[in-house]
C-alpha cells in the first residue's frame, strides 16, 4: 500500500469553509490534511523502556505513550508487546487503522478476548492489541475498561472521520460558527455600551445607601470614590461576561467541526469541572458548616442566659460571694471571651478551607503577632484584672498615683482613667498603675466623700493649741467639707525650724465642685484665719526672726485689683 493509503483522506471543501469562518474555524478543518495526521505522538517522560522476553516490563520500564488519531487520544500503550516498545506500537497501530479506514467499511468496532490481551476489531480486522501491562494502575482501572473506552474513543475517531469527508456538512459546520462569532461579537458590543449606564445607575444607588454613613460629620464615601468602586465593580462584571461569552464561543465552534471537537470537550469538561468542583465543595461543607454553626448558637446562648446574671448583679440587686458590682463588669468580659474563644476552637475543624494552607498560614501569622507583640498586651491585661478583682481601685474613688490626682472614672483591660479637677483626663496604663503607691483618698472615709488634707509649718513659739484650733477653724468655713465626721490636725513632724502641721477632713462628693477646688477654698480659708489672729505661717524655711510680723492686715485683704465678694456680686 503506497504512502497516500497510510492515513484519512483530506477534507474536501475545507479551504471555502474556512473563508467565512474566523481562526478557530480554519484551524478545526486544516488539520485534516496529511501533515495533521502524521504529527510526532507525545509521550511522557520515563526511564527508556527494554523489551522483556516475555513481553511485559517492570514498573522502571512503564512509558506512556498516547495513541492519537484525528486529534483524539484512543488509548495509551504502556509496556512493550513481543519486544515492541510503546513508540513502535503507537506508530504501527496509527498505520493499521488509517488503512481501515481508508478502505471505507462499515466501522463496526467489537473486541475479542486474547491470551495476550484483548483485541479491537473494526470490520473483522485486528486493530489495536491491549494488553494486562497497558492498564491504568494509578486509577485501578481493569483490562476490560481500558478496553471498553479504547472502543468507544475509536468509535468516535471513525465517526468523525466520515464526518470530515461530508462537504455539506463542513459548510453547515463553517455557518454555525459564523452565526456564533457573531452573535458573540454583538453581545460583547452590548456589554461595552451598557457599560456606562450601568456604572452611573450602581452609582446612584451606592451613593442613596452610603448618603447616611458619616462619622463626626464627615461623609465617609465621597461622591468621586463611589463613582470610583461602582466603575471597578462594572469593569470586573463585564469582563467576566466577555470571557464567559468567549469561553463558550469556543466550546461551540470547537465542536462543530470533527478535529477540533476534543478541544470543545475538553473546554466544556473544564467549565463543568470548575461548577462541579465548587458545587461539590459547597454540598460537601454544608454539614460541617451547620455543625460550627450550631456551636456559635450554642456559645451565643450561652452569654445570653448569663447576662440577665451579671446585670442583676451590676445593678446592685444581688450579689454572689465571689462575684460583686465592683468585679462583674470584668468577669462578663472574661466569660463572654472564653465562651466564644471555646467555641471558635471547637468549631474551627468543621469550617469550610479550615484544613487548607491558607488557614494554616493565617494561623501562623496570628501566632507569630502574638508571641511578638503579646507579652506587653497581656500584662497589661493581667495588671487590669488585677486591680478589678483585687479591689484596689473602684469607679468614683478619689486617688493619687505617683504625681497624678483624680477621680477613677474608668477602668479598662489595659488602662485606666483619672480625672482631675484641673479639667484633664489622664489615662495611666495599668502596668505603671500597679507598680506604684496608690493613695485612695476615698476608701477610709465614713460614708460616701473622700479626704482632703494639708500641711503647714508655724514656728515654735506659736502654741501648738491655737493652731490646730485656727485650722479647725478654716476648715469650718470651707464649702464641701463635713462637720462629721470633724476635722483633725495631726503633728507629722517637729523639725529643726518649726512643727509641722496636717489637717486631715472629709468632703462629700455631692457638691458642684471637685477636690481640688475644694482644697483651694480650705487654702484661702487657711491664710484668712491665720490673719485674722497675727500668726504668720513660716513655710518654706525660718531663717530668722524679721522686723514686723509677716501677715497681712485685714483692711488690705481685698487690695487693688481684688475686690470684695459684695463688690464683685454688686
Same mark, same amino acid.
Given at each position: 500500500?503506497? +504512502? ?5 483522506? @483530506? ?7 474556512a473563508?467565512v ?5 480554519? +484551524? #478545526? ?6 501533515? +495533521? ?5 507525545? /509521550? ?8 522483556s522476553?516475555a513481553?511485559?516490563?517492570? #514498573? ?12 483524539r487520544?484512543?488509548?495509551?500503550f504502556r ?23 481508508? &478502505?471505507?467499511?462499515?466501522? &463496526?468496532v ?5 491470551p ?32 471498553a473506552? #479504547? ?7 471513525? $465517526? ?11 459548510l453547515?459546520?463553517?455557518? $454555525? ?5 457573531a ?11 451598557? @457599560? ?11 451613593? @442613596? ?13 465621597? +461622591?468621586?470614590?463611589? %463613582? ?6 462594572v ?56 455543625v460550627a ?17 451579671f ?6 440587686r ?11 463588669r ?11 474563644l ?7 475543624? %468543621?469550617?469550610?478551607?479550615s484544613? /487548607?494552607?491558607?488557614? &494554616? *498560614? ?20 493581667? /495588671?487590669?484584672?488585677i ?33 482631675? *479637677? ?16 496608690? @493613695? ?8 460616701p466623700?473622700?479626704?482632703v ?6 514656728? %515654735? ?14 476648715a &469650718? ?30 468632703a ?8 481640688a477646688?475644694?482644697? /483651694? ?8 484665719v ?31 485689683? #481684688? ?8
Amino acid at each position: 500500500m503506497n +504512502a497516500g493509503r497510510d492515513r484519512p483522506r @483530506r477534507c474536501p471543501g475545507a479551504a471555502g469553509a474556512a473563508l467565512v469562518v474566523l481562526a478557530a474555524s480554519l +484551524a #478545526a478543518i486544516s488539520p485534516c490534511s496529511r501533515a +495533521a495526521e502524521t504529527a510526532a505522538p507525545a /509521550s511522557t517522560p520515563a526511564q527508556p523502556s527494554t523489551p522483556s522476553p516475555a513481553g511485559g516490563g517492570t #514498573a522502571e520500564e512503564r512509558t506512556e505513550v498516547p495513541l492519537r488519531l484525528f486529534n483524539r487520544t484512543i488509548t495509551v500503550f504502556r509496556a512493550p508487546f513481543l519486544g515492541v516498545t510503546p513508540e513502535d506500537r503507537a506508530a504501527r497501530t496509527r498505520r493499521t487503522l488509517a488503512e481501515i479506514l481508508d &478502505k471505507g467499511g462499515p466501522g &463496526k468496532v467489537e473486541v475479542r478476548p486474547a491470551p495476550q490481551g484483548n483485541m479491537v476489531m473494526i470490520d473483522g480486522e485486528l486493530a489495536i492489541i491491549i494488553t494486562p501491562q497497558d492498564t491504568d494502575r494509578l486509577r485501578n482501572q481493569s483490562l476490560e475498561e481500558d478496553t471498553a473506552q #479504547a472502543a468507544a474513543n475509536l468509535e468516535k475517531v471513525i $465517526a468523525e472521520t466520515r464526518e470530515s469527508r461530508d462537504r455539506s456538512r463542513l459548510l453547515r459546520s463553517a455557518a $454555525a460558527a459564523s452565526v456564533a462569532t457573531a452573535i458573540l461579537a454583538f453581545a460583547i458590543w452590548v456589554i461595552w455600551r451598557a @457599560r456606562g449606564w450601568l456604572v452611573r445607575g450602581l452609582a446612584g444607588l451606592l451613593q @442613596r445607601r452610603t448618603a447616611a454613613l458619616e462619622v463626626a460629620g464627615a461623609r465617609l464615601l465621597k +461622591a468621586e470614590r463611589v %463613582y470610583g468602586v461602582a466603575s471597578l465593580l462594572v469593569r470586573g462584571l463585564s469582563w467576566l461576561l466577555v470571557l464567559l461569552f468567549t469561553d463558550r464561543w469556543l466550546s461551540y465552534v470547537f465542536n462543530q467541526f470533527p478535529y477540533t471537537r476534543p478541544w470543545g470537550e475538553g473546554l466544556d469538561d473544564f467549565l463543568l469541572g470548575t461548577v462541579r468542583n465548587i458545587a461539590g465543595g459547597i454540598v460537601k461543607s454544608v454539614p460541617d458548616l451547620v455543625v460550627a454553626v450550631v456551636i456559635f448558637l450554642l456559645a451565643r446562648g450561652v452569654v445570653a442566659i448569663l447576662g440577665p446574671i451579671f446585670d442583676h448583679i451590676e445593678a446592685g440587686r444581688g450579689r454572689l460571694r465571689w462575684l460583686d458590682a465592683d468585679s462583674v463588669r470584668p468577669t462578663r468580659r472574661i466569660v463572654n471571651v472564653a465562651v466564644w474563644l471555646f467555641a471558635l476552637v471547637m468549631a474551627y475543624p %468543621y469550617l469550610p478551607g479550615s484544613q /487548607s494552607e491558607a488557614f &494554616k *498560614g493565617m494561623s501562623v501569622l496570628i501566632g507569630l503577632v502574638i508571641t511578638v507583640g503579646g507579652s506587653s498586651v497581656f500584662g497589661q491585661a493581667a /495588671s487590669g484584672l488585677i486591680l478589678m478583682y483585687s479591689r484596689t481601685l473602684r469607679i468614683g474613688d478619689y486617688v493619687r498615683v505617683n504625681e497624678h490626682e483624680g477621680t477613677v472614672v474608668g477602668m479598662g483591660t489595659f488602662t485606666t482613667r483619672i480625672r482631675t *479637677g484641673l479639667g484633664e483626663e489622664l489615662t495611666l496604663p495599668n502596668g505603671m498603675v500597679l507598680g506604684t503607691v496608690i @493613695r485612695n483618698y476615698s476608701r477610709a472615709v465614713k460614708g460616701p466623700g473622700f479626704i482632703v488634707d494639708t500641711t503647714v509649718t508655724i514656728g %515654735y513659739d506659736t502654741p501648738w493649741r491655737q493652731v490646730e484650733a485656727m485650722l479647725v477653724e478654716a476648715a &469650718k468655713r470651707t464649702p464641701g467639707i463635713l462637720a462629721d465626721p470633724a476635722p483633725r490636725v495631726f503633728q507629722t513632724g517637729l523639725t529643726d525650724f518649726y512643727p509641722e502641721y496636717r489637717l486631715v477632713c472629709q468632703a462629700i462628693p455631692a457638691e458642684p465642685m471637685p477636690r481640688a477646688v475644694v482644697l /483651694s477654698a480650705l487654702h484661702t480659708n487657711i491664710q484668712d484665719v491665720f490673719n485674722e489672729y497675727g500668726v504668720q505661717i513660716m513655710s518654706p524655711h525660718y531663717l530668722g526672726d524679721p522686723d514686723s510680723p509677716k501677715v497681712v492686715p485685714k483692711g488690705k485683704w481685698y487690695a487693688a485689683p #481684688a475686690a470684695p465678694p459684695d463688690a464683685s456680686r454688686s
